[in-house]
C-alpha cells in the first residue's frame, strides 16, 4: 500500500465525537489558557512565565530568578513552582509524585473530561505512554525498552549516522553553490535525527517525509492554549500518525528486519511477557517522534550558540575542546524541553516543604539549568564548562530521557561534522523560531556557508 493510500485510510478512522472535541479544548485549552492570563496580570509568577513564553521563546530569566529566590517552591495559584537544580531532581526522582496534571476524579470537571477524553487520540501524554505511566507499568515497560535503546545499541549507530551527516552537508554545499542562504534546519538539523531515528525503527524511504510531517504537526500537542483550529489540527494529526504507525508495526510483524523496532515487536521480559498492542504502539510512536523532534531542536539552538560564539567555536573545531561538552552546554544553555508537570499522590516532604495529596508542580527544567548554586556564571555560554553534563534537560528520575544517549551521539556528530565543514559559518537573515512553547527550537534558520 502507497503512503498515500495509507494516510488517506488514517484521515477516515477514529473520528472524534464533536461535542467531546469542543469539551476537550474547552476544559484543556481554552479556559486554563484563560485563567492563566488572569492570574499573570495580579502578578502570578508561573502565569507570568507561561505568558512569557506564548510572546516568545526567548527564556524570561528575570522571573526565573524571582521564583528561585522565593525559597524552594514559589506558591503560584495553579502550582508549587520551582526553579532550583536540586529541588528539580527531588521532585523528578520522589516515589510520591506522579508524572503529568492529574485530578481527583470525584470532581465534576475530571468527570466530564472523563467523558471527553473517550474519543481523543493517543498522544504522548495519554496513557500508556512511558512520559505518563508510573509503576509498576512504567518500570516493566522501560525494562523491555532499554534493552533496545542501550548505550552500547546507540554506539553502533555512531558510524550510520556519520555516514548520513557527510550525505546531507553534501547535498546542504550543493544548495549553497549559488551563493544564497540554505535553511539549516530543513535542509540538515531535522533532516539528520529523522533519518536515523526512521533507520532504527525501520521505515521506508518514501515514508520519511510523512515521519517529518507527523512530528511538526503534533509537536504543539504539549502545549496550553491551543487556538481551537490549531487544537483539530494536532488532533487529526495523531489519529492519522497513530493509524499510519499500526499499519507500520503490522507489516514489522509480517516481515521483521534487523532493525530496532522488530526487536522491540519480539522482545519478551524474563517472565515471557510482551509489550501490549496499546504500548508498543504508543512507546513506538513516543519513540519515532520524540527521537526526531527534541535532537532537531538540540542542532538548531547549538548552531545558533556557536555562530554567536565564534571564538568557541573555532576552539572546537581546533580541537582544544569537546564537542560532546558543548552539547551538554547547548542543553544547558537553551533546553529543548522548558519545563514539566508533577501531581503528588500522597501527602509528602519535599525539599522540607510539607506538601499535601493532590498538589500539583511544576519542575522548571530551563530555570534549574541556570541555578547559580550549581553553575558558575550560569547565564554565560561555555563550551568548556566542566559540570555541564549536570543539567537536567533530559528530565531525571525514573521518567529520565530514554532516548538521551541517541540525542547526544547525534548533537555530537551533527554540531561536528556540519561546523568541520563549514568552519565560518553564519547567521542569516529571516530566522524564525518554532510557535511551541514547551518544546524549543528553530523553525528556520537561514545559514550563509561561504
Known amino acids: ?133 508510573e509503576p509498576p507499568d512504567h518500570t516493566r515497560m522501560r525494562k523491555l525498552v532499554t534493552r533496545v535503546f542501550t548505550v552500547r545499541a546507540v554506539e553502533r549507530l555512531r558510524h550510520r549516522t556519520e555516514q548520513v551527516a557527510e550525505e546531507l552537508l553534501d547535498e546542504l554545499e550543493s544548495r549553497a553553490a549559488g551563493g544564497d542562504p540554505v535553511d539549516l534546519i530543513d535542509t540538515y538539523a531535522a533532516a539528520l535525527p529523522v533519518t536515523v531515528i526512521c533507520e532504527i525503527l525501520g521505515v521506508p524511504l518514501a515514508e520519511r517525509p510523512i515521519v517529518r510531517r507527523f512530528g511538526t504537526l503534533a509537536a504543539p500537542s504539549l502545549d496550553l492554549g491551543l487556538p481551537l483550529v490549531r487544537f483539530r489540527q494536532v488532533e487529526r494529526t495523531l489519529r492519522e500518525f497513530d493509524a499510519w504507525l499500526r499499519d507500520h508495526i503490522e507489516q514489522v510483524r509480517r516481515s521483521p528486519g534487523d532493525d530496532l523496532l522488530s526487536q522491540l515487536v519480539a522482545i519478551r521480559d524474563d517472565d515471557g511477557a510482551r509489550l501490549s498492542d496499546a504500548e508498543l504502539i504508543s512507546t513506538a510512536g513516543l519513540v519515532l517522534a520524540a527521537g526526531f523532534e527534541t535532537t532537531v531542536n538540540l542542532i ?60 500539583v508542580l511544576t519542575a522548571l527544567l530551563a530555570a534549574a539549568n541556570r541555578d547559580p548554586e550549581v553553575f558558575t556564571d550560569p547565564d554565560t555560554f561555555d563550551v568548556t564548562r566542566e559540570n555541564a553534563g549536570d543539567h537536567l534537560a533530559f528530565s531525571g528520575g525514573r521518567h529520565y530521557c530514554l532516548g538521551a544517549a541517541l540525542a547526544r551521539m547525534e548533537g555530537e556528530v551533527a554540531l561536528r561534522a556540519l561546523h568541520e565543514r563549514f568552519p565560518d559559518l553564519t547567521l542569516a537573515p529571516g530566522a524564525r523560531r518554532r510557535d511551541t512553547r514547551i518544546l524549543r527550537g528553530w523553525a528556520r534558520l537561514p545559514v550563509d556557508v561561504a
Open 1 to 133: 500500500m502507497s503512503p498515500s493510500t495509507r494516510l488517506s485510510r488514517a484521515a477516515h478512522q477514529g473520528i472524534a465525537h464533536p461535542a467531546q472535541a469542543l469539551t476537550r479544548w474547552s476544559l484543556g485549552q481554552a479556559l486554563p489558557s484563560a485563567a492563566i492570563a488572569v492570574r499573570a496580570r495580579r502578578g502570578d509568577l508561573q502565569g507570568q512565565v507561561i505568558r512569557a513564553t506564548h510572546d516568545s521563546q526567548e527564556l524570561p530569566l528575570e522571573l526565573f530568578a524571582r521564583i528561585r529566590e522565593a525559597g524552594p517552591f514559589y506558591r503560584g495559584h495553579f502550582a508549587l513552582v520551582t526553579a532550583h537544580h536540586a529541588v528539580v531532581r527531588e521532585v523528578l526522582s520522589s516515589p510520591d509524585v506522579q508524572s503529568g496534571i492529574g485530578l481527583d476524579d470525584d470532581r465534576p470537571i475530571a468527570r466530564l473530561l472523563g467523558w471527553a477524553g473517550r474519543s481523543a487520540p493517543m498522544g504522548p501524554l495519554s496513557e500508556p505512554s512511558l512520559l505518563v505511566t
Open 300 to 359: 538548531g539552538n547549538a548552531s545558533v550558540l556557536l555562530a554567536n560564539h565564534p571564538e568557541q567555536r573555532a576552539a572546537l573545531v581546533a580541537g582544544d575542546a569537546s564537542w560532546l561538552r558543548a552539547v551538554d552546554e547547548a542543553l544547558r544553555f537553551d533546553p529543548p524541553v522548558l519545563l514539566t508537570g508533577r501531581t503528588v499522590v500522597r501527602d509528602t516532604e519535599i525539599a522540607g516543604v510539607p506538601i499535601r495529596r493532590g498538589r
